[in-house]
């Protein structure tokens, strides 16, 4: 099972981008999944997660601005930044908790490679 994210990129403080994150592999069910960042220097943190049944759970840091959503029949996740900030810029990971097809009742923290978003003032 991977996890491949796309859409960072350089904006402009106040522009906005859309982060994918989509699962392959021999997936049976996928629990949670979520988009984390870490800024140089900096520890990872939790921007936002979602469940299989939509409750979502976001940073206070970025609440109101960014807007977490997935779509279960392809398997992936998205992440909408809005109102961009220099201090939103950071390499933002997905993760997941999945189970495989070949041991269905387990899960497995997934990770992506990340993608890096760079907003300039």
């Known amino acids: 099972v991977q996890l491949v994210e796309s859409g960072g990129g350089l904006v402009q403080a106040g522009g906005s981008l859309r982060l994918s994150c989509a699962a392959s592999?021999?997936?049976?069910?996928?629990?949670?999944m979520g988009w984390y960042r870490q800024a140089p220097g900096e520890q990872r943190e939790l921007v936002a997660d979602i469940t299989s049944g939509d409750n979502t759970n976001i940073a206070d840091s970025v609440k109101g601005r960014f807007t977490i959503s997935r779509d279960n029949a392809k398997n992936t996740v998205y992440l909408q930044l809005n109102s961009l900030k220099p201090e939103d810029t950071a390499v933002y990971y997905c993760?997941?908790?999945?189970?495989?097809?070949?041991?269905?009742?387990?899960?497995?923290?997934?990770w992506g490679q990340g993608t890096l978003v760079t907003v300039s003032s």
């Open positions: 993760n997941a908790a999945v189970s495989t097809i070949e041991d269905p009742y387990s899960y497995l923290e997934v």
């Open positions: 592999g021999t997936i049976f069910n996928i629990n949670a």
